[in-house]
């Protein structure tokens, strides 16, 4: 087992092994990846058929909360009837937890192809100066 950085606002620590009892999809939870490399670490959140008018990521205290919401349709003036239905475009939410390694004023996001890509850059941690101290 291992430990990320980054983990969901689920209070699960990624990177455990999750039981079966775990393995069952939360409802509007959307999928995601999380990469990590040397200049930080990036999410790959699936957001199949909305725009980039429709979602909002927004970073309040210590928490990225991304939200997907579809606009509202206006009701066709030829009524139609949908025999079978498999796919809903529902509002989705997910929250993830940025600890203080995760510079939060430089996240960067864009949505390509259906997948929302998130880059949080880590900081750079501050270079200490030499001081000399004079001995008495």
């Known amino acids: 087992m291992y430990f990320t950085t ?5 209070r699960r620590p990624l990177g ?5 009892v775990d393995t069952a999809p939360i409802p ?6 999380i990469i990590q490399n040397d200049s ?8 199949p058929g909305f725009s980039k ?12 909360i991304i ?7 206006e ?4 009524p139609t009837k949908t025999y079978y239905k498999e796919f809903i475009l529902n509002e989705k939410t997910i929250q993830f937890h940025l600890n ?23 900081k750079t941690p501050a270079e200490s100066s030499a001081v000399r101290i004079e001995v008495k």
């Open 100 to 122: 203080d390694q995760m510079d939060a004023a430089e996240v960067q996001a864009k949505l390509e192809n259906g997948i929302l890509q998130i880059h949080i850059p880590s």
């Open 40 to 47: 930080g670490w990036n999410l790959e959140i699936a957001l």
């Open 53 to 64: 008018e429709e979602i909002h990521v927004d970073i309040k205290q210590d928490q990225l």
């Open 28 to 33: 509007n939870k959307p999928l995601y990846n």
């Open 75 to 78: 009701k066709q003036t030829n």
């Open 6 to 10: 980054i983990k969901p606002a689920i």
């Open 16 to 20: 455990f092994y999750q039981s079966k």
């Open 67 to 73: 939200k997907a919401i579809p606009a509202v349709t």
